[in-house]
């Protein structure tokens, strides 16, 4: 697996998050390149540099998920998406995928982690583009959060949006 991935991937989600912002609807409250002062109370959110918060995404992003183990077509998506709904959900969606693409071998637990069994499906060979099975999954994930509470489905375009990219 490859540090390029990260690099790439990174300069893709900092467009994303952009700078400082404090919206009292959105969950994670005051942010600041997209580190969420609810995710992180002992950062200085208003102050954070975009090199902190770089080296944030790198820790508990890309290392500490494990996304850094995944092949390189589905890593930078996979960190993306553990940056935008947590690593968790982004991970339960990516075995999700797997699941619904292996039709022909067992298939992974969708506990939302990392470990041999999904790195090891994540490497197999799918008659389906994974990414685009991966951003259908991502698509439904959304809108079903946004039927659960309606209040966030001023957030729906940019999520979609980012689904899909």
């Known amino acids: 697996m490859s540090e390029q991935t990260f690099e790439y991937q990174i300069v893709k989600t900092l467009q994303f998050e952009g700078g400082y912002a404090n919206d009292p609807d959105d969950p994670g ?17 208003a102050n954070l ?5 770089i080296a944030i995404y790198h820790r508990d992003y890309w290392l500490r998920p494990h996304c850094d183990q995944l092949p390189d077509n589905i890593a930078g998506k996979v960190f ?6 947590g690593p ?11 699941n619904h693409l292996s039709q ?14 999904t790195i090891k499906a994540s ?8 990414l685009d ?3 259908a ?4 994930h959304y809108l079903l959060i946004i039927r659960a509470h309606p209040g966030l489905a001023r957030f729906q375009r940019g999520w979609l949006r980012r689904a899909n990219a």
């Not at 968790?88 to 797997?98: F, L, N």
């Not at 022909?104 to 069994?117: H, K, R, S």
């Not at 490497?123 to 994974?130: A, G, I, K, L, N």
């Not at 999954?137 to 439904?140: E, G, H, R, T």
């Open 104 to 117: 022909e071998v067992p298939g992974v637990t969708e506990d939302g982690l990392i470990g041999p069994a």
């Open 137 to 140: 999954i991502l698509v439904q």
């Open 80 to 85: 993306d998406m553990c940056v935008n709904m």
């Open 29 to 45: 409250g005051e942010t600041n390149f997209g580190i969420s002062k609810a995710a992180y109370p002992d950062v200085d959110i």
């Open 123 to 130: 490497e197999q060979t799918f008659s389906t583009d994974p």
């Open 133 to 135: 099975a991966y951003k």
């Open 49 to 53: 540099s975009k090199e902190d918060a």
């Open 88 to 98: 968790v959900p982004a991970i339960r969606c990516w075995q999700q995928t797997i």
